[in-house]
């Protein structure tokens, strides 16, 4: 074999090699560009759902808890008994009652229907709170209690939701108190919603006892808040008082 014929099998030699380790290293950058890809995915993903429940679940929590508080005040406290004394009072008792429940509605609404928002990180979690949610509303639509105070139907939930969602370019939000009692003054439409609620509010501060519904309900909200704070940093175990039926 002469030197030229040598020379020429090795460099194909080499070539062929050169080819197979650069085939190789193509697949190895390939394999890790897909994996850093979908890292940056998972990271994106990630952030967006902390993003997306930080701006969903903390104003639905801040709302739970004050619709929460307000039945406690009510069942365990006498709220309505106290400010039904005068008709100024009896006048802010009604509405800012009306508006906490409202309030809440109005961002169980916005969930709805942002329903994407809700990916917890895992189906468990997305499972129960969507339990906890449907819980809160069956007590408030249940006929099964002794009388109808308080009692909201689950299409007039989602109606009184709506009408107080304000939207907005980023993101929509709810009312405030002052829009709130402005609009009850002036729109009788947006009004006629809250007609019956007002009147079991004014029954109920004359009404004996301790209502069970208010009592279940305030119990189911406070389970959701455990869920949504189970860390307690939003409110401290001191806070979290539950009412019983004794």
Known sequence: MNTELIIASLSGAVALVSVAYSSQANRKNSFLRDDLDRQAAERNRMLERQDAMSRFRDPLLWAAFDFQSRLYNIVGQGFLRVYFVHPHDQLYAVRSTLHVLAEYLGWVEILRRRIYFLDLGNKDANR???????????????????????????????????????????????????????????????????????????????????????????????????????????????????????
């Not at 993101?171 to 007609?195: K, N, Q, V």
């Not at 305030?218 to 409110?235: G, W, Y």
Request: hydrophobic share 40%.
């Open 128 to 246: 129960r709170i969507v339990a906890l949610l449907a819980r809160i509303g069956s007590v408030l639509n249940d006929d099964a209690y002794p009388d109808q105070h308080f009692q909201l139907f689950r299409s007039d939930q989602r109606a009184i939701g709506e009408l107080v969602i304000k939207e907005g370019e980023d993101a929509d939000s709810c009312i405030g108190y002052a829009e709130f009692c402005a609009r009850l003054e002036s729109d009788p439409g947006f009004a006629t919603w809250f007609t019956r609620l007002s009147d079991s509010i004014a029954a109920l501060a004359s009404r004996e006892g301790r209502h069970p519904r208010l009592i279940e309900l305030q119990v189911a909200l406070m389970d959701l808040i455990d869920f949504l704070d189970p860390e307690q940093e939003r409110f401290p175990q001191k806070r979290r008082f539950r009412l019983n039926h004794s």
